[in-house]
């Protein structure tokens, strides 16, 4: 049985390697294909063993990480209702709506350069150290005093979640085939709904402590939350995982078979390629990025609107704060199940547009009601469900559906990164739909859900439009002499700019 060894030259092993390719997709990189089904056999590597080795040690951290950081993001949300807001004098015009905004300006800057501190530094060391950082400012929150403090503290705790999500969903990508990634962006992030879920339960929780050693229940919401995430950073320094070409918890024949396997997805790429500012620059050349941004842009402005002010538009139904508290819970829950579910078919059928289109259809459905019906409390609450179903569900596969169709580690890394960072200027626009004047109806916060929900749907058809037809003109062999010319560097580099390569829908 041929085994590959630590011993084997690397150009021998990146020409072995990159020469794999899946059933039913041409080779990226335009190698001679080969089956990696006895790829396998001849590495003495069980595929589905593999998988679930990888699954164990990869999504369960990046879960827990993303939770820790969506629920230290939103938890202000719950601690405006147990007295935040006068405390801090944030009553004031739209001082808390200020506070909101703040956080994703640094947010939204940083995330491109956090993906290549991300590569550079490597996500075990990385991640953690982002993960402690805004832990501590959590922390920091709870002992503000004025409003300048909360400023303070809520900018550079954008600066310190910058790198999360889309460091997190490019580490998911450079392990995961396309056919295979969208349960696992799915089940990562579901991470966010539980943190919508839990932060409510937990709030109410410790809400109850108000009065202990002389704080109001709001800051032990941010101490307590933030202590949690410091611990699990420290850990996290020797738990988490870096990229394949350098994972110790596999043997060197399941690394050789992972690369292959994602030879044949999207091209060969090394991570320890040198990115020059050139590459970036590419990048930022193709017009499908900037379709990719509009796609997330258009679910983030309703998504953050529904996570900062869920709480308040359910205390407006005449629910205690207690109460309004546990009744956020449920479309949290709602999300989290929709969002596996689709993700279990959309991967079966290895197919995205649909599900975003139908998805976000219920979004816009639910925005459509809340405009409409403003009486009925069962109705109002209902309708809260399919927004938050909708859009959170819907959000993973549109990431899911774009970052995989970027080949290579700087491509996925910078695309990534800059659809996320792009994506996230909704946040502050959702920060000022809901103001505390437009109580309790919020016509303008649900129009401007619906109407942002309905520019995601417009993009995403154009971005399908778009890749099919790149497809179809790859088919008829367009490219090909030119990418005969280049060289080898230039081809690893290329990811799915390879005429080889086929976008996915």
């Not at 909708?390 to 990534?416: A, D, E, K, Q």
Request: net charge positive.
């Amino acid at each position: 049985m041929t085994v590959a060894t630590d011993n084997m030259v690397d150009s021998e092993k990146a020409s072995y390697l990159a020469s794999g390719t899946s059933a039913d997709q041409q080779n990226a990189s335009g190698a001679k294909p080969v089956d990696l089904g006895m790829l396998a056999k001849e590495l003495d590597v069980d595929p589905r063993k593999l998988m679930w080795k990888i699954d164990v040690r990869l999504v369960p951290m990046l879960c827990i990480l993303y939770l820790m950081a969506f629920l230290d993001r939103v938890n202000i949300a719950n601690a405006a209702l147990f007295g935040m807001k006068k405390d801090l004098d944030l009553q004031i015009g739209n001082r808390y709506n200020v506070a909101l905004t703040i956080f994703f300006v640094p947010y939204i800057l940083c995330e491109v350069p956090s993906n290549m501190l991300m590569k550079k530094l490597r996500p075990h060391i990385w991640l953690p150290i982002c993960m402690f950082s805004f832990g501590l400012i959590t922390c920091l929150q709870g002992v503000v005093q004025n409003y300048s403090g909360i400023l303070a503290t809520r900018f550079f705790l954008g600066m310190a979640e910058s790198g999360m999500f889309p460091g997190c969903f490019y580490l998911i990508a450079m392990w995961y085939v396309r056919s295979e990634a969208q349960k696992r962006y799915s089940f990562f992030f579901s991470s966010t709904t539980l943190a919508g879920g839990f932060g409510g339960l937990l709030a109410s929780a410790i809400g109850l402590l108000d009065g202990k050693r002389g704080y109001h229940g709001w800051r032990w919401i941010f101490i307590i939350e933030g202590v949690a995430t410091c611990v699990i950073a420290l850990a996290f320094f020797f738990l988490m995982v870096d990229f394949p070409e350098e994972a110790k918890f596999l043997t060197v024949n399941e690394r050789a078979y992972v690369k292959a396997k994602l030879a044949a997805d999207v091209g060969e790429s090394q991570q320890n390629q040198k990115t020059t500012v050139k590459d970036i620059l590419e990048v930022f050349k193709d017009y499908k990025l900037y379709l990719a941004g509009f796609m997330y842009f258009g679910l983030i402005v309703p998504a953050y609107g529904y996570a900062y002010f869920a709480p308040t538009i359910i205390n407006q139904l005449g629910y205690s704060t207690i109460q309004t508290q546990l009744h956020s819970v449920p479309p949290w829950v709602a999300a989290c199940g929709a969002s596996m579910i689709s993700s279990v078919f959309s991967d079966y059928f290895r197919h995205r547009y649909l599900f975003t289109m139908g998805l976000t259809s219920i979004a816009t459905v639910g925005f459509g009601i809340l405009l409409g019906e403003h009486h009925n409390v069962n109705v109002q609450y209902a309708a809260l469900f399919l927004c938050a179903l909708g859009l959170y569900s819907s959000m993973p596969v549109i990431v899911c559906w774009t970052t995989t169709n970027f080949g290579g580690h700087c491509r996925r890394g910078v695309g990534s990164g800059w659809q996320v960072g792009f994506g996230n200027i909704g946040g502050i626009i959702a920060t000022f739909s809901f103001l505390s004047t437009d109580a309790p109806q919020f016509t303008k916060g649900y129009s401007i859900g619906l109407a942002f929900a309905v520019l995601s749907m417009v993009s995403c058809t154009m971005y399908l439009i778009c890749t099919q037809w790149e497809n179809r003109q790859r088919d008829k062999g367009i490219g090909i002499e030119q990418w005969e010319r280049l060289s080898d560097d230039q081809k690893a580099k290329a990811g799915d700019k390879s005429p080889y390569f086929r976008y996915g829908s």
